[in-house]
């Protein structure tokens, strides 16, 4: 259990700090009441519910795995969410060894979910980006090459998501995955082809075929999105999952400090 004390009086003190900052400044006295303790409602720490961190192939580093288990022990994150979970340096699809077709292989994901699990966390499971083997184009972002493209085919993007939901519930139970959050790609609509080549129509028409192989496997898989940047989107996503009865759980966005009030484009 980690002690909310310190943080307690902190708080207080750089809120007393702040106050007479502004009396010096401003060339008046004025003066300031506080009540320590007179605490009149719960504290909601929001900021422990999930952090991000790069992406997924970091997670094998165990540099990595150190510093995440010390910020697990001394703030008390419950999730983590990266990108990238089935990007090539991920090694999810393969080519046959038979020379035909293509082989999934979850092994590096394994050992990612395995360790999360072993301190105390849980994967905040972002499916992104495209394996090149399933891309219907070449256009990548970051350093690692992550191919930001739709399917080429949209049974074998299929076969590999009720696969990965089918191997996680084999391996961790359907009771533990239920709990996991499957939030489906990572901000479309992100500044033109940042993240995503082919516009909001076409984004929530690889969600509703994303969420759906998902819930194939389990219904009580939870799902989202549109996880777009500066609450992009949301009011579409929604009505889109309405009139097309697509399975949606929650609904994400990604605020940043840089943003200016009400939906934006980044």
Known sequence: ??????????????????????????????????????????WTHFFEESVGSGHAALALRADYQSQLTQARRDVGFKQVRFHGLFVDDMSVVLPSLSGEGLEFSFFNVDRIFDFLLSIGMKPFVEISFMPSL?????????????????????????????????????????EEVQQWNFEIWNEPNCCPDFFWTTGEDQYFQ???????????????????????SASGWIQDFVT?????????????????????PGPQDR
Request: proline letters at 6%; aromatic letters at 10%.
């Open 206 to 228: 690889f969600y509703a075929l994303t969420a759906n192989a998902l819930k194939s496997v389990n219904p009580k898989i939870r799902v989202g999105g549109p996880a777009t």
């Open 134 to 174: 399933l891309a219907s184009g070449n256009t990548t972002w970051s350093h690692y090459k992550a191919n930001i493209t739709p399917p080429k085919n949209v049974s074998a993007w299929e076969s590999l998501i009720s696969s990965f939901a089918e191997h996680l519930i084999d391996r961790y139970s359907s």
């Open 240 to 260: 889109y999952c309405e009139q097309n009865k697509v399975p949606y759980d929650f609904v994400s966005t990604h605020l940043y400090p840089t943003d200016p």
């Open 1 to 42: 259990k980690i002690d909310r004390s310190p943080f307690q009086g902190m708080i207080i003190t750089s809120l007393l700090s702040i106050a007479l900052l502004l009396s010096v400044c401003s060339g008046q006295t004025k003066q300031f009441n506080v009540t320590a303790t007179n605490v009149t409602k719960q």
